[in-house]
């Protein structure tokens, strides 16, 4: 069974598992990025082992969208490649 841990030592933990994930996250949102022309949004990337034991990457992309409430009114700015 596993020992209890305070809270700053959990935190601790999660800041250094973080600070080493970071940039590697980083990249990996910026290179899944380039699956798509600029314009689009990569989003709800899942990564799935194939029975090959390579990985498999499925994604939806979407339009970029800016999404501006002020106070009773919602501006939304779509941004569509044409070609």
Known sequence: MKSEVSKATAEARVTRKYTK??????????????????????????????NEGGIRVTYKARPVQLTIVDGHRKFILRVEELE
């Open 21 to 50: 994930l970071h940039t590697p996250l980083m990249e990996l949102v910026n290179a899944l990025q380039n699956l798509e022309p600029i314009g689009t949004f990569v989003d709800e990337a899942e990564f799935m082992k194939n």
